[in-house]
């Protein structure tokens, strides 16, 4: 630059953070020991230039004072601003000692300084956009560039660690890593609008799955060239531990006070099967003639007893298991209600009965949307706000829930008509820990707990109350949309097939080769794995029905035996289906949960074998 000029120094001057100074960045020509001062921007032929966008020459002695011209003495000086984008962001400086600047140095140098404002601004950037690199490779948390088609573009270490490393990422599409365990279709689709935040499962290349708080946007390219969509992963399987053992204290506590209302519930069901029992064997014994309609009565009033139980038994043993780890599904808050409903009925009817005292329960459901969430979750969520409406009318009272829609959302609201809150215990409601009920056991972790899954699946709570009137507290999710209607249940019409059935409880492979047998189908039974693989060599078989806990050898090693050996469809047979999935059954084609009804092994045998469905 001196030499396009013949000028003796030249200096780059680039605007603080602040806008206030310029600060020397580069200078030529300067004598050993001379540095240029910074110099405000608000006085002498840089304010000038910077107001003016144009070159300033000062000349001949001119520019008295000002603090270009301290440093050194020269006859001629001109300074130019560099501009960006309209905006200036430093200035040059050229300056002759001995001979004078004229004639084109201004426009020449104008030429220059716009040259050089974008090299300094390329260079900017660029440094930046290394830092910001450096900086994505180095966060914990997981960064993933996509594509308009999801695949990967980018993704950072710590997403690589997340997922369990391995091959490279670029042009995997990350929406494979979304765990099977959670609706991926209605996940996926939500996850691909302007932006979304939410909980959801990773798949590891290990198979494991993973929780992460995913944050994603979708943006233009800067390019013109479609959209991408950017993601932030941070694994949260730390804070779902700590969830997961405050969830199961509270629900230990909780489960102490529903143990002796199920027990009612359950005695009160067996009672008519018992005496219905007796009867009908006592009648038998003797000889005694049983009329149709009463032989009909007697066993509707048995069937529904024992299905009444095993319903009761469900629901308690669906709230008491721990939880395997599942993602978001499409879940309907009016079931949620109706299973929280039934499961604390003991509390509002058996046991308030006892002591004297009436709940009016009234459940209102419009039509509502489906939300994305985890079912268990946002059933402990509800669960935590009725046990708190129910406490809060000691003496009996009502208890209203309402599941509606409104625009795009799901709502429930809760009402009580219980003592209410003061404007203070509503402000502290949901702070973790502050209970008004300490001395009733109360921990104060219910309502936070409540809102933390709420706010979880981008929804919002809120409470209305007034002291001596009641509490309304309202959830609103956002919603998808619902799943198909369930086809409803049938009995499938199968051809003949040759069945093993392999389970240890006599009493149980009776039920089922009666079943069976009744379909008319041919039924080999075994009372132990080794028995079945036996009769498995001696008889050509369609399908093997297996119990589980069995002495010896379990249902999944017997399925896994017997896969080895040759392809054949094998059915599980088992009261602990919800703790079992296909990552640890691989060898069972299809669980089915114990207890089960001709319905629900029928429907399985059709699912296993479609090709022997009978058409019609």
Same mark, same amino acid.
């Given at each position: 630059?001196?030499? &396009?000029?013949?000028?003796?120094?030249?200096?780059?001057?680039?605007?603080?953070?602040?806008?206030?100074?310029?600060?020397?960045?580069?200078?030529?020509?300067?004598? %050993?020991?001379?540095?240029?001062? %910074?110099?405000?921007?608000t006085?002498?032929?840089?304010?000038?230039?910077?107001?003016?966008?144009?070159?300033?020459?000062?000349?001949?002695?001119?520019g008295?004072?000002?603090?270009?011209?301290?440093?050194?003495?020269?006859?001629?000086l001109? @300074?130019?601003?560099?501009?960006?984008?309209?905006? %200036?962001i430093?200035?040059?400086? &050229?300056?002759?000692?001995?001979?004078?600047?004229?004639?084109?140095?201004?426009?020449?140098?104008?030429?220059?300084?716009?040259?050089?404002? &974008?090299?300094?601004?390329?260079?900017?950037?660029?440094?930046?956009?290394?830092?910001?690199?450096?900086?994505?490779?180095?966060?914990?948390?997981?960064?993933?560039?996509?594509?308009?088609?999801?695949?990967?573009?980018?993704a950072?270490?710590?997403?690589?660690?997340?997922?369990g490393?391995?091959?490279?990422?670029v042009?995997?599409?990350w929406?494979?890593?979304?765990? /099977?365990?959670?609706d991926?279709?209605? $996940?996926?689709?939500q996850?691909?609008?302007?932006?979304?935040?939410?909980?959801?499962?990773?798949?590891?290349r290990?198979?494991?799955?993973?929780?992460?708080? #995913?944050?994603?946007?979708?943006?233009?390219?800067?390019?013109?060239?479609g959209?991408?969509?950017?993601?932030?992963?941070?694994?949260?399987?730390?804070?779902?531990?700590?969830?997961f053992?405050?969830?199961?204290?509270? +629900?230990?506590?909780?489960? !102490?006070?529903?143990?002796?209302?199920?027990?009612?519930?359950i005695?009160?069901?067996?009672?008519?099967?018992? /005496?219905?029992?007796?009867?009908?064997?006592e009648?038998? *014994?003797?000889?005694?003639?049983?009329?149709?309609?009463?032989?009909?009565? #007697?066993?509707?009033?048995?069937?529904q007893?024992?299905?009444?139980?095993?319903?009761?038994?469900?629901?308690?043993?669906?709230?008491?298991?721990?939880?395997?780890v599942?993602?978001?599904e499409?879940?309907?808050?009016?079931?949620?209600?109706?299973q $929280?409903?039934?499961?604390?009925r003991?509390?509002?009817?058996?046991?308030?009965?006892?002591? !004297?005292?009436?709940?009016?329960?009234?459940?209102?459901?419009?039509?509502?949307?489906?939300?994305?969430?985890?079912?268990?979750?946002?059933?402990?969520?509800?669960?935590?706000?009725?046990?708190?409406?129910?406490?809060?009318?000691?003496?009996?009272?009502?208890?209203?829930?309402?599941?509606?829609?409104?625009?795009?959302?799901?709502?429930?609201?809760?009402?009580?008509?219980? +003592?209410?809150?003061?404007?203070?215990?509503?402000?502290l409601?949901?702070?973790?820990?502050?209970?008004?009920?300490?001395?009733?056991?109360?921990?104060?972790?219910?309502?936070?707990?409540?809102?933390?899954?709420v706010?979880?699946?981008?929804?919002?709570?809120?409470?209305?109350?007034?002291?001596?009137?009641?509490?309304?507290?309202?959830?609103?999710?956002?919603?998808?949309? #619902?799943?198909?209607? =369930?086809? %409803?249940?049938?009995?499938?019409?199968?051809?003949?097939?040759?069945?093993?059935?392999?389970?240890d409880?006599?009493? @149980?492979?009776?039920?089922?080769?009666?079943?069976?047998? *009744?379909a008319?189908?041919?039924?080999f039974? #075994?009372? *132990?794995?080794?028995?079945?693989?036996d009769?498995?060599e001696?008889?050509?078989?369609?399908? @093997?029905?297996?119990? $589980?806990?069995?002495?010896?050898?379990?249902?999944?090693?017997?399925?896994?035996?017997?896969?080895?050996?040759?392809?054949?469809?094998?059915?599980?047979?088992?009261?602990?289906?919800?703790?079992?999935?296909?990552?640890?059954?691989?060898?069972?084609?299809?669980? @089915?949960?114990?207890?089960?009804t001709?319905? =629900?092994?029928?429907?399985?045998?059709?699912?296993?074998?479609p090709?022997?469905v009978?058409? /019609?």
């Open positions: 630059m001196v030499e &396009v000029f013949n000028a003796d120094v030249a200096v780059i001057y680039m605007l603080d953070d602040a806008r206030a100074e310029l600060k020397p960045r580069a200078a030529v020509g300067l004598p %050993p020991g001379v540095e240029p001062a %910074p110099i405000p921007v006085v002498g032929a840089v304010a000038t230039a910077i107001s003016t966008r144009e070159p300033v020459l000062i000349s001949d002695g001119g008295a004072g000002d603090p270009l011209t301290r440093r050194e003495a020269f006859r001629s001109m @300074v130019a601003p560099l501009v960006v984008a309209g905006s %200036p430093g200035v040059l400086e &050229v300056a002759c000692r001995t001979r004078r600047l004229g004639g084109r140095a201004d426009r020449l140098l104008r030429i220059v300084a716009d040259r050089a404002a &974008v090299a300094i601004e390329h260079a900017r950037l660029e440094n930046e956009a290394r830092e910001l690199a450096d900086v994505v490779r180095r966060i914990g948390e997981g960064v993933v560039v996509s594509d308009g088609d999801d695949r990967i573009v980018f950072n270490r710590a997403f690589h660690e997340m997922i490393g391995g091959e490279p990422l042009g995997v599409r929406t494979d890593f979304l765990a /099977g365990a959670q991926v279709r209605a $996940l996926t689709a996850m691909r609008g302007p932006s979304f935040q939410g909980e959801v499962l990773l798949l590891t290990a198979g494991d799955p993973r929780p992460v708080l #995913a944050t994603l946007s979708t943006v233009e390219r800067h390019d013109g060239g959209i991408q969509r950017i993601g932030v992963f941070r694994d949260i399987s730390r804070e779902h531990e700590l969830r053992r405050v969830i199961r204290e509270q +629900k230990f506590r909780t489960l !102490g006070s529903l143990a002796a209302g199920v027990a009612h519930n005695n009160n069901r067996l009672t008519p099967v018992l /005496g219905w029992t007796e009867m009908l064997q009648r038998l *014994s003797a000889d005694e003639p049983i009329g149709g309609d009463e032989l009909k009565h #007697a066993l509707n009033v048995i069937h007893g024992a299905s009444d139980s095993v319903e009761t038994v469900r629901r308690l043993q669906e709230y008491s298991r721990p939880a395997r599942k993602g978001p499409a879940v309907q808050l009016r079931d949620v209600l109706e $929280l409903l039934a499961l604390t003991p509390q509002w009817d058996n046991e308030a009965a006892r002591r !004297g005292i009436r709940y009016e329960i009234d459940l209102k459901a419009d039509p509502a949307p489906a939300v994305l969430a985890v079912a268990s979750e946002v059933r402990e969520a509800l669960l935590n706000i009725l046990e708190n409406a129910l406490a809060a009318m000691p003496q009996g009272g009502r208890l209203t829930l309402h599941v509606r829609g409104e625009d795009d959302r799901a709502v429930v609201s809760i009402s009580d008509t219980g +003592k209410g809150m003061s404007p203070e215990v509503q402000r409601a949901f702070e973790p820990f502050f209970t008004t009920r300490s001395t009733e056991g109360g921990t104060g972790l219910g309502l936070s707990l409540a809102q933390e899954i706010q979880r699946y981008r929804g919002t709570i809120s409470l209305s109350s007034a002291e001596g009137v009641g509490t309304t507290f309202t959830l609103s999710f956002p919603s998808i949309t #619902a799943e198909a209607a =369930r086809t %409803p249940a049938f009995l499938p019409s199968l051809e003949p097939l040759r069945i093993l059935a392999v389970e409880e006599p009493e @149980v492979l009776d039920v089922l080769r009666a079943m069976l047998s *009744s008319g189908h041919t039924v039974t #075994a009372a *132990s794995g080794r028995e079945a693989l009769l498995f001696r008889e050509p078989v369609d399908l @093997v029905l297996t119990d $589980l806990g069995m002495p010896g050898m379990t249902g999944l090693a017997l399925a896994a035996e017997l896969k080895q050996r040759r392809t054949i469809p094998v059915l599980l047979l088992t009261g602990w289906a919800d703790e079992l999935d296909a990552a640890n059954a691989p060898s069972v084609d299809l669980i @089915v949960p114990k207890p089960f001709r319905e =629900r092994l029928f429907d399985a045998l059709a699912r296993t074998l090709d022997r009978r058409p /019609g």
